[in-house]
């Protein structure tokens, strides 16, 4: 085939040194920004423009009063940010609980999604009757429309006619009365029960993804040394997934602490404290009062925090690679 | 090598296409400048979206017929409504004529989206002397020319089920203390007294406000600036949670009631022997199979002693976008809408009461009930703060009532202090807005 030959020749680079030499340019030269340039658009119109603007617009006075006419909000420069972090005011508090139950939501939904995963996958490893059909049901909630899964979790946590406190004290007959669910302090574990289910299947898949590459004539050996299955999980599978492990957890994590739709299709239009995650928080900031610069000021004040940690854990995780 | 470059381009226009494609979707619904055409987005007044549809079709296809102007509808509903406006105001992707939440009327001003009604508009659609005084003084800030005219009226009543006020020997309440122990009486087994929409932040915002007024407290001072933490107020939140807290005669799984239309449900369907509820709870009412003569209506009772305030002066009122292409058209409109014709159509369905001067209400054939809501709404009615931050004070305030309920429902207690404290922070996020 001659394809990648012609795109190699016809790179940016080699363009390049043949414009300076002055030669004309080559046919089809303009193939590869041609083929690069949607994908370039769409990263700008969806993810770079509406960032800069973010970040713009959290230095504005962007309030109810300004919001038909950007151009005249006034600049304020960090006051949205010294507002946001001001942990003695009302506004500084909410952020400051908010953030702390994120952590809290992220680490027990990653963890045990991880967990699940891990052990679903382990055991689907080996072919058996019937393996197919398990990994086909495990993987339904990821394949569900997010909106109807979570509604449907809404719906099985209503106090009075739900069918998890159907369960729980008509059949199971459970002493007590029926608790709410969705509303004071048992709503952060109905949410994180809900995007436990829904994460997850994810990382089942990835996980299953990684093992299917680890020859099984090692895991013989190793019997054959009188390993057991839990030792050969630790000191085989675990290093050989680690790979899939670096980024796998790094993108559940970022789903996780960003996660608006579980909560906000959960809780409907106010959120208990209890299930206060930072993105509805968010939102709730910037949409209750009309205040989109505070709302972007946050907004910002999110995603450094998020660059922080995920450049940590590379650098991190990169280090140990080296090392190992 | 030829092909393969003919497929790239190919490939290219496909997604060039689908992208500008992308693009295209959501610049419609804004006017066309050439033919007459409107948008108008109209809320939720029907038993369902469906029935707004239903019953204002007629009205829009008479209006086509009078004037040439078509008019493109959509309903939405109330949760929706403000966030809707609020991004048409943000994108300029707007209708050209909509309904406004009445309480909405000063905030929405203050964003400068909205066509105000001068003079020339105010003789466009029939003049500003038409309108009743109470509905007409919602229209905007105090002093300027407001930016949106009534369309329809409402007025909170407190509705009770008349078979088992008899069986249980009471009366309809005239002070609270009458209604409280009324209540009790009523509440037995799985009948409750009252049920209430403790989960929607609107009516606890609107339920904040009558009863502070009852206790003469105001949100806001003369300045505009927000004082929810006066004595007043916090008393009279704190007698409205008792409904749920130490009197107990709501149902603690009304805190998950986020829309009126449930607690009125609850009323028709006999769950509960009271409830409070704009007049337009009749339709729903009626949808539930409960006879008009079942019920009766009082007006909200304040304390022995307090302000008599029952209601605020709640409806509908119809806004135009600055930035519509058919001014003219679109004023046409909303003097369609104002006309003594349509409204004496739309009221009835909608159970409106008029907002027109020297008009009788028509929204029910019940004379009693009817004369009951107009003396609600003409004589024991408060405006909600008409300031920039009105609708501040409904999320905020409506919002912090809502977890009150929640934390009562879910065994917890919540006293006057927490009260206070949770007001102080729905201060400061009004104040850090502001």
């Given at each position: 085939m001659s394809a990648p030959t012609a795109l190699k020749k016809s790179g940016p680079a080699a363009g390049a040194s043949k414009r300076k030499a002055g030669t004309p340019r080559r046919a089809g030269w303009w193939l590869p920004y041609a083929l690069l340039a949607p994908a370039v658009i769409f990263e700008l119109v969806v993810h770079v423009i509406p960032m800069v603007t973010g970040i713009w617009m959290s230095?504005?006075?962007?309030?109810k009063m300004f919001i038909a006419n950007w151009g005249n909000a006034p600049f304020v420069g960090l006051k949205n940010y010294q507002v946001a972090l001001d942990f003695d005011s009302a506004v500084g508090i909410g952020l400051l609980k908010s953030f702390g139950i994120t952590v809290a939501f992220t680490i027990l939904v990653v963890g045990l999604s991880w967990g699940l995963g891990m052990a679903a996958a382990v055991a689907l490893q080996k072919a058996f009757r019937g393996r197919a059909i398990f990994r086909t049901l495990f993987l339904i909630p990821y394949a569900l429309p997010m909106y109807a899964g979570v509604i449907a979790w809404k719906f099985m946590l209503q106090?009075?006619?739900g069918a998890v406190n159907h369960f729980l004290?008509?059949?199971?007959?459970?002493?007590?009365d029926k608790p709410?669910?969705?509303?004071?302090?048992?709503a952060f574990i109905s949410v994180v029960i809900v995007a436990i289910w829904r994460l997850w299947p994810f990382a089942f898949l990835m996980l299953m993804a990684g093992l299917?590459?680890?020859?099984t004539d090692i895991y013989e050996a190793a019997s054959v040394d009188g390993a057991k299955p839990l030792r050969q999980w630790w000191n085989m599978t675990l290093p050989m997934l680690r790979p899939v492990n670096m980024s796998l957890v790094l993108v559940m994590f970022l789903w996780t602490f960003n996660d608006f739709n579980t909560p906000f299709v959960l809780f409907g239009g106010s959120q208990p404290p209890a299930g206060d995650l930072i993105s509805f928080h968010i939102y709730n900031a910037s949409f209750l009062t009309w205040n989109f610069g505070s709302g972007a000021a946050m907004s910002v004040l999110l995603l450094l925090f998020l660059l922080v940690v995920s450049g940590i854990y590379v650098l991190f995780m990169n280090r140990r690679k080296d090392n190992a | 090598m030829k092909l393969r470059t003919f497929a790239a381009a190919a490939a290219i226009a496909a997604l060039a296409i689908t992208a500008t494609g992308c693009s295209g979707g959501?610049?419609?619904g804004s006017s066309d400048a050439g033919g007459k055409t409107l948008t108008y987005w109209a809320s939720?007044?029907?038993?369902s979206l469906d029935n707004d549809k239903e019953v204002l079709t007629p009205e829009l296809k008479k209006f086509e017929e009078q004037t040439g102007i078509k008019v493109n509808l959509e309903v939405i509903g109330w949760n929706d409504l403000q966030t809707r406006i609020q991004t048409a105001v943000t994108s300029?992707?707007?209708?050209d004529v909509l309904n406004i939440g009445n309480t909405w009327a000063a905030s929405l001003q203050s964003t400068g989206a909205f066509l105000p009604f001068d003079d020339a508009a105010f003789s466009a659609i029939?003049?500003?002397?038409?309108?009743?005084k109470t509905a007409m003084d919602?229209?905007?800030?105090?002093g300027e020319d407001p930016t949106s005219v009534p369309l329809y009226g409402l007025a909170y009543g407190l509705y009770y089920n008349k078979a088992m006020f008899k069986d249980a020997g009471v009366t309809p309440p005239t002070t609270w203390e009458e209604m409280v122990a009324a209540a009790k009486k009523l509440t037995t087994g799985d009948v409750h007294g009252f049920a209430l929409a403790a989960g929607s932040y609107t009516e606890n915002s609107h339920f904040a406000f009558i009863n502070a007024a009852q206790n003469g407290?105001?949100?806001?001072d003369a300045d505009g600036?927000?004082?929810?933490?006066s004595d007043g107020i916090v008393d009279g939140i704190s007698r409205y949670l008792d409904l749920m807290q130490?009197?107990?005669?709501?149902?603690?799984?009304?805190?998950?009631?986020?829309?009126a239309t449930n607690a009125i449900n609850d009323f028709a369907n006999g769950k509960a022997a009271m409830v409070l509820s704009q007049n337009n709870a009749n339709s729903s009412i009626a949808s539930q199979?409960?006879?008009?003569?079942a019920f009766g209506v009082v007006a909200f009772p304040a304390p022995a002693?307090?302000?008599?305030?029952?209601?605020?002066?709640?409806g509908i009122n119809m806004s135009i976008f600055?930035?519509?292409?058919n001014k003219d058209a679109a004023l046409e409109f909303v003097k369609f809408m104002t006309s003594e014709e349509t409204q004496a159509t739309l009221d009835k369905p909608f159970a409106a009461l008029p907002v027109l001067s020297g008009v009788t209400p028509s929204?029910?054939?019940?004379a009693e009930l009817a004369k009951t809501f107009s003396d609600i709404y003409e004589n024991k009615s408060r405006p909600l703060?008409?300031?920039?931050a009105e609708d501040q004070f409904e999320s905020t305030v409506g919002k912090a009532m809502n977890q009150m309920f929640a934390t009562v429902a879910s065994g917890g207690s919540v006293s006057k202090a927490d009260i206070k404290a949770a007001l102080t922070t729905a201060q400061q996020a009004v104040e850090a807005a502001g």
């Open positions: 230095f504005l006075k962007l309030t106090k009075d006619n004290f008509d059949n199971l007959g459970l002493p007590g709410f669910w969705l509303i004071g302090d048992n299917q590459s680890i020859p | 959501s610049s419609g939720n007044q029907g038993t300029g992707q707007a209708p029939g003049g500003k002397d038409k309108f009743v919602t229209g905007g800030i105090p407290a105001e949100f806001f600036k927000p004082t929810f933490t130490t009197d107990k005669v709501v149902d603690p799984a009304n805190a998950q009631y986020d829309n199979g409960m006879a008009e003569d002693g307090g302000t008599d305030v029952a209601t605020m002066v709640a600055k930035n519509t292409k929204f029910t054939d019940n703060p008409l300031v920039p």
